[in-house]
C-alpha cells in the first residue's frame, strides 16, 4: 500500500502514521522528521532547512524532492509506505508522479483550526526518535519520556502559537489545493480528525478497508 497522509499542521498526521504503519508493516516516511534528523546531525541541508522550519514556511521544492527520491528508492519502501508531510504542494505533487509512484490513496485528515492551536501547545516529541506525545490526549507512561526508546520528550521550537498561525496560513495557501489535485485522480479519503486519536484511527481504518 502507498498512502499520502495529508492535512493541517497538528491534524494528527504522524499520530495516525504510527499506528497504521505498524498494523500494515510498511515505513512511515516523514518528511518533517527527516529534517530534523538532518538538522540534528548539523549537514548543510538541515542547517538550510532551520530558517524555513523555524519561520513555519515550507522549504524549498528542489530540496524535498531530492531526499524523497533517494528515500523511496530504498529496499524496504517495496512493498509500500505512509508518506506524512509529503507532498505539500502542487510541484511536489507533480515530482511524484514524474517518478512513477502510483499511490493508492491520499487520506486527508480534517481538523479547525481553532483546534489545531490548542493542540500544538500540549504536543512534546522525542528527540531522539520523533514519536509525538500529547500533555493531555496521548501521554507517555512516563513523564518526559519516550515510551519507545527512553529519549527526552521536547517541544518543538515551530510549536510556538505564532508559527503555528503562519504554518495554517502556508497549509491553507499551497497544501490545500492538494485536495482538489487528488480528488480529480480519484484518490482523496476524507477522515473527520477532531474527536479523540482512537476516533481517528477507528474512521481511518474504515476508509482504508476497502483498499484491502
Ligand atoms: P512536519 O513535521 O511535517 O509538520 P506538520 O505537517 O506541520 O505536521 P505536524 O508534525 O506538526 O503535525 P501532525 O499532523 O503530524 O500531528 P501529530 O500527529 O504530531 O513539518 C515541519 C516543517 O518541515 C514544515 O513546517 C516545513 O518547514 C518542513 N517540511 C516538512 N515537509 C515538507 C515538505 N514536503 N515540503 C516543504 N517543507 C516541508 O499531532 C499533533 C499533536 O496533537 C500531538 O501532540 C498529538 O499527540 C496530538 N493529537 C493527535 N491526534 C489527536 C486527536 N485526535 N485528539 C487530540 N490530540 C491529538
Known amino acids: 500500500m502507498k498512502l499520502i497522509l495529508l ?3 497538528g491534524a494528527g498526521k504522524g499520530t495516525q502514521a504510527e499506528i497504521i504503519c505498524k498494523e500494515k508493516n510498511i515505513p512511515t516516511i516523514s518528511t518533517g522528521n527527516m529534517l530534523r534528523e538532518a538538522l540534528k546531525n548539523g549537514t548543510e541541508m538541515g542547517l538550510k532547512a532551520k530558517v524555513y522550519m523555524d519561520a513555519g514556511d515550507l522549504v524549498p521544492d528542489d530540496i524535498i524532492i531530492g531526499i524523497i527520491k533517494d528515500r523511496v528508492a530504498q529496499p524496504d519502501c ?7 508531510g509529503f507532498p505539500r504542494t502542487i510541484p511536489q505533487a507533480e515530482a511524484l508522479d514524474n517518478m512513477g509512484v502510483d499511490i493508492d490513496a491520499v487520506l486527508d485528515i480534517e481538523v479547525a483550526d481553532e483546534a489545531i ?5 500540549g504536543r512534546r516529541v522525542c528527540e531522539k526518535c520523533g514519536s509525538s506525545y500529547h500533555m493531555l490526549y ?12 527512553g529519549g527526552t520528550l521536547v517541544q518543538r521550537k515551530d510549536d510556538h502559537p505564532d508559527t503555528v498561525k503562519d504554518r495554517l496560513n502556508v497549509y491553507h ?9 487528488y480528488s480529480k485522480q480519484g484518490k482523496l479519503l476524507v477522515v473527520h480528525g ?7 484511527t477507528r474512521l481511518v481504518r474504515e476508509a482504508l478497508e476497502d483498499l484491502q
Do not use: H, W
Open 7 to 9: 492535512g493541517a499542521p
Open 78 to 84: 517495496a512493498n509500500g509506505f505512509i508518506l506524512d
Open 117 to 121: 492551536i490548542t493542540r500544538m501547545s
Open 138 to 149: 496521548k501521554q507517555p507512561k512516563v513523564e518526559g519520556v519516550c515510551d519507545n526508546c
Open 173 to 181: 495557501n499551497q497544501t490545500e489545493p492538494l485536495k482538489e489535485y
Open 194 to 200: 477532531q474527536e479523540e486519536v482512537e476516533d481517528t
